[in-house]
């Protein structure tokens, strides 16, 4: 008989595991707590979350309001996509563009900027869609939020003239939400 109960309790325990486990992975995602100027519009819901780890690209120019001196330039982002899981779903690189392993891509154009709370990071932005391609939620974008960023910001100390043209890569990380049209 104590046999029976501990396999039913296995069972039982296993069961509300599952279900709880299931729950889990059906639950929406949330869009990230962000300033009103960060906000996606009122008719798009949030349709995939993106971690994104790679580095930002600055180039030493010189400077536009004083020739004389120089500062590194952001040139572009260079980036590997990764989804919930850890796979690698996609890049992000220069126009700002994302690009899914799966033939979508978005390119977009800033809309909104904030500092966010970590003065030693790359702002917290929000993207509109000026262009897409191919399928999948990438081509269906209109808004992306650049958030939780980590690192990626050039040098204060700028650079020097011996240094001209040279390219920095500096290593970051952010969290990217794409935004769709409801329906």
């Not at 992975?25 to 009122?42: H, R």
């Not at 020739?67 to 890049?91: M, Q």
Request: glycine fraction near 10%.
């Amino acid at each position: 008989m104590k046999m029976q109960i501990t396999a039913v309790t296995s069972f039982l325990n296993a069961a509300i595991t599952g279900l709880l486990l299931a729950g889990c992975a059906a639950s929406p995602i949330a869009p990230p707590v962000v300033t009103e100027a960060l906000k996606a519009p009122a008719d798009q819901s949030l349709a995939l979350v993106a971690q994104a780890t790679g580095v930002q690209i600055y180039t030493c120019t010189a400077s536009k309001a004083d020739s004389a001196k120089f500062e590194w330039a952001f040139k572009a982002p260079e980036a590997d996509l990764f989804d919930g899981a850890g796979a690698n779903i996609g890049k992000h690189y220069a126009g700002p563009t994302w690009e899914s392993a799966a033939n979508g891509k978005v390119v977009g154009e800033v809309k909104g900027k904030d500092d966010g709370p970590d003065a030693s990071a790359i702002p917290w932005l929000l993207l509109k869609a000026k262009s897409n391609a191919g399928t999948g939620i990438f081509a269906k974008t209109q808004s992306i939020q650049r958030v939780n960023t980590i690192g990626g910001k050039a040098p204060a100390a700028g650079c020097t003239a011996a240094e001209s043209g040279k390219e920095l890569r500096v290593p970051y990380k952010a969290a990217y939400y794409f935004y769709t049209a409801k329906g």
